[in-house]
Structures are given as C-alpha cells and as structure tokens.
C-alpha cells in the first residue's frame, strides 16, 4: 500500500499528460497541448511539498487571468512581437502580484500564445481544465494523507519587489531580443523565461543549484526530443505514448536529483507542438537559451547582493 501511495502523484502525471496529447491528436488542435501543465504537475504533483505559495483557487484564477491575457495581446494588441513579449510579461507579473502568490508559471501561460500567435479560445480552455485536473488530483492526493495540505501567506508587494519585478522584465526583454528577430524562438522558450524570474528572485535557493536545474532542463529537451522523434516519427506510435515516455524520464531525473524543478517538464512537453523540422535543434537552442538566462539571473542576484551590502555599509553614516 506505501509503494502504491508513492507511485500514486507519478501515475496521475503520466495519466494527464497522456490525457492532454491524445486530446490534441484526436481533435487535431495542437492548441489543446499546454507545456506547463507537466512544470505544474511536478510543483504541484510529484514534490514532496508544493513549489509554490498559493491557493489552489488562486492559482487557477492566476494563471487563467494570464492566458486570457496572452491570448488578448495576440488578438487586440497590433505591435510586433520584440514589444509583445515584455508587455506579456508585464501582464503575468501583474496577474501574479495581484493574487499575492508567487505562482511564477504564470508568465508562461501568457508568453506562450504570443510566440505562437495563438487566437483560439481553446488554448484557454486546456490551461483552465487542465490546471483543474491537477489540483483535483493535489486534493486527492491530501484526503488520502499521500501529501501535506500547503500552507498560504499572502506576498505583500513591496518597493523591494516590484523594482526587482522591473529589473527581471527589463533584463528577460533584453535577451529576448536577438531571438525574435531571427526568429529563433525556442532560445527564449517560456519555460526559460519562468526559470529566469525563479533564480533571480529574492532570497531564490535555486540559484545555489543553477548546475542542477541546467542540467534537468537540458535532460527536458533531449528526452522531449527523442520520445517523439523514436516513438512516433520512426515507429508511428500515437504522440501520447511520446508524451508518457518524456515526462516518465523527468519525473525519474527530478526524483533521482532531490530537486522538484518545475520549468524542466514544460521543456519536456514543448517539442510535442513544435514542427518535425525544428526537432534536432531544439536541444541545442534550449541549452544555449538556459546558460543565458541562468547567467543573466546570477548577474542580477549578484548586483542585488552588492546593492544590499552598500546600503548596510551605509546606513550608520546617515
């Protein structure tokens, strides 16, 4: 009975991911494919406790308000896309702050449909459904005493937050740059983006372990990338058995690591809606957009650290 309680948050992750993908090839909508839903399934699943400080209703509320958000810039919004993303961004980080979480997959949720253009209501749709499941599944999970019930403290936006908020759209929209105008997106994918905003928050313990959370997103990229390219573009098996194989290899290697990082299975999940083309330089666009943004986060900590020490130095002078 242990053995299955330990196995129970694994099998409800593998059962949505299968779920989402065989909704998408049935209805042929590969806007009902959400790469988030697997980060969240991590955060929210598979952790030993919550990754997040929010309410389930908040958090669904959260992350809703953003994907109404992202797909309203798309649709109403009539600006090139180099303008559209630090305004998404803005957006997610607005929905985030007023729900006094600190539910950073947000900002995924609304810069995703601008890169993709997407229009669809449907893509609302699969964020707020899916989103639902899982935290009927969490709830699940609490009755049956498998996980802790999370604990909830409003987060107070300070001076202090909301200039380091400014710092980190600033410095994501400065890195976003290049890409968009190649047109190289996945170098900026969302989920690097959120990985960003985690390790250069205040007090972020991830950045202690920037190694690990590389690594576990390139491991996302690559076994993303090799499921679909071995089980359905060389065998021909539907892309839910893909989606299965990718996310049981990140739940092994976040499991194996001690480190519940969620951005790692969105990246997993995200070469289930690109094109067969770009699939062999995925990988490497992904690796190359998580050493800048992970250098771009260490920079920004690291000048919050000098600027903090300053000001302490400082203070008994005035």
């Given at each position: 009975m242990?053995?299955?309680?330990?196995?129970?948050?694994?099998?409800?992750?593998?059962?949505?991911?299968?779920?989402?993908?065989?909704a998408?090839?049935l209805l042929h909508d590969?806007?009902?494919?959400?790469p988030e839903i697997?980060?969240?399934?991590i955060g929210?699943l598979?952790?030993?406790?919550q990754s997040?400080n929010?309410?389930?209703?908040?958090?669904?509320?959260?992350?809703?308000?953003?994907?109404?958000?992202?797909?309203?810039?798309?649709v109403?919004?009539?600006?090139?896309l180099v303008?559209?993303i630090?305004?998404a961004?803005?957006?997610?980080?607005?929905?985030?702050?007023i729900?006094?979480t600190?539910f950073l997959?947000?900002?995924?949720?609304c810069v995703l449909?601008?890169l993709?253009?997407?229009r669809?209501p449907?893509?609302i749709?699969?964020v707020?459904?899916m989103?639902?499941l899982?935290?009927?599944?969490?709830?699940?999970?609490?009755?049956?005493?498998?996980?802790?019930?999370?604990?909830f403290?409003?987060?107070k936006p300070d001076?202090q937050?909301?200039?380091?908020?400014i710092r980190q759209i600033?410095?994501?929209?400065l890195?976003c740059i290049?890409?968009?105008?190649?047109?190289?997106?996945?170098?900026?994918?969302?989920?690097l983006?959120v990985t960003?905003?985690?390790m250069?928050k205040?007090?972020?313990k991830?950045m202690?372990h920037?190694?690990?959370a590389?690594?576990?997103i390139?491991?996302?990229?690559?076994?993303?990338v090799?499921?679909?390219?071995?089980?359905?573009?060389k065998?021909?098996?539907?892309?839910?058995?893909s989606?299965?194989?990718a996310t049981?290899?990140?739940?092994?290697s976040?499991s194996?690591?001690k480190?519940y990082?969620?951005?790692?299975?969105?990246?997993?999940?995200l070469?289930f809606?690109i094109s067969e083309?770009a699939?062999?330089?995925?990988p490497?666009?992904i690796?190359?957009?998580?050493?800048?943004?992970v250098?771009f986060?260490y920079?920004l900590?690291?000048?919050?650290?000098?600027?903090?020490?300053?000001?302490r130095?400082?203070r008994p002078?005035?």
């Amino acid at each position: 009975m242990n053995r299955f309680k330990k196995m129970l948050p694994a099998f409800f992750s593998l059962a949505l991911a299968a779920g989402m993908v065989t909704a998408s090839e049935l209805l042929h909508d590969k806007e009902i494919i959400f790469p988030e839903i697997t980060a969240i399934t991590i955060g929210a699943l598979a952790a030993p406790k919550q990754s997040w400080n929010a309410l389930k209703l908040r958090l669904l509320l959260t992350i809703t308000a953003a994907a109404v958000s992202g797909v309203g810039l798309v649709v109403f919004i009539p600006l090139a896309l180099v303008f559209k993303i630090p305004l998404a961004m803005l957006c997610a980080i607005t929905c985030v702050t007023i729900s006094g979480t600190d539910f950073l997959p947000t900002i995924s949720a609304c810069v995703l449909p601008v890169l993709l253009e997407t229009r669809s209501p449907v893509y609302i749709g699969t964020v707020v459904v899916m989103t639902s499941l899982i935290l009927l599944a969490q709830l699940l999970l609490e009755k049956l005493g498998i996980r802790d019930k999370s604990t909830f403290t409003p987060v107070k936006p300070d001076r202090q937050l909301l200039m380091l908020r400014i710092r980190q759209i600033i410095a994501a929209s400065l890195i976003c740059i290049m890409p968009v105008m190649t047109n190289e997106i996945f170098f900026i994918a969302p989920p690097l983006i959120v990985t960003f905003f985690e390790m250069s928050k205040s007090q972020s313990k991830l950045m202690e372990h920037s190694y690990k959370a590389a690594l576990l997103i390139i491991i996302g990229a690559v076994s993303g990338v090799l499921s679909r390219f071995v089980f359905t573009e060389k065998f021909g098996l539907p892309l839910a058995v893909s989606a299965m194989a990718a996310t049981a290899v990140i739940l092994v290697s976040v499991s194996r690591t001690k480190m519940y990082f969620p951005p790692c299975g969105a990246i997993a999940t995200l070469p289930f809606i690109i094109s067969e083309g770009a699939l062999l330089k995925f990988p490497f666009e992904i690796t190359v957009g998580a050493l800048v943004f992970v250098a771009f986060a260490y920079a920004l900590s690291k000048e919050r650290r000098i600027a903090i020490k300053v000001k302490r130095r400082l203070r008994p002078q005035n």
